[in-house]
């Protein structure tokens, strides 16, 4: 079962930035598309960000611009630079293979609020 810890959350106020990171477990992790949603109060989880094994990203239309995704395959991580963020970010950030095969992670709170 792969592992996933994601850290780097936090309260910031809008047009602020953070870094999240997301640890996985397994050896064969630099093979999946990797991805990060999140999860507000009230509502569904949402893809926000997704990266292949190739290094091509894509991102949700609500973040294009001012999220950036990136990995490194060595230690098996995945990151997303959160920049100019606005309240509506505000949410639970998760990380997960593109499929969301895997066991969902504790998630890290990312609160944008003045």
């Known amino acids: 079962q792969v592992q996933l810890v994601e850290s780097g959350g936090g309260l910031v106020q809008p047009g602020g930035s953070l870094r999240l990171s997301c640890a996985a477990s397994?050896?064969?992790?630099?093979?999946?598309?990797m991805g990060w949603y999140r999860q507000a109060p009230g509502k569904q989880r949402e893809l926000v960000a997704t990266?292949?094994?190739?290094?091509?990203?894509n991102y949700a239309d609500s973040v294009k611009g001012r999220f950036t995704i990136s990995r490194d395959n060595a230690k098996k991580m995945v990151y997303l630079q959160l920049n100019s963020l606005k309240p509506e970010d505000t949410a639970v950030y998760y990380c997960n293979e593109f499929g969301m095969r895997w066991a969902w992670g504790q998630g890290t709170q990312v609160t944008v609020s003045s």
């Open positions: 990266i292949t094994s190739t290094d091509t990203t």
């Open positions: 397994t050896s064969a992790f630099r093979l999946y598309t």
